[in-house]
């Protein structure tokens, strides 16, 4: 079992910066393929960025160059540098971790980007 808690959201401008963490406990985390999503309303929730155990990354197209995943295996912690945040970000974001077939999820974080 894992359990993921996400903290870092708010209420920001557009250009400005966030940065999201998400807590692990409860398992060898290090080991876990992590990824935030987020899902805006009335949209279907969608990947943002994906780190793997060993730290390879990809990002949603809407992201690339703008937004940066990370992981520090020793804190059990993930983050998500969010730059240059448009309207169109936000979302309530989600953490996940998963391994196999076994995934968990945050309670997500609200990002609000006003114009």
Known sequence: QVQLVESGGGLVQAGESLKLSCSASGSIVSIYAMGWYRQAPGKQRELVAAISGSAGTNYAPSVEGRFTISRD????????????????????YY???Q?????????GTQVTVSS
Not at 73 to 92: F, R
Not at 99 to 107: E, F, L, S
Request: aromatic residues 12%.
């Open 73 to 92: 295996n020793a804190k059990n912690l993930m983050y998500l540098q969010m730059n240059s945040l448009k309207p169109e970000d936000t979302a309530v």
């Open 95 to 97: 953490c996940k971790a």
């Open 99 to 107: 391994r196999y077939t076994n995934a968990y999820w945050g309670q």
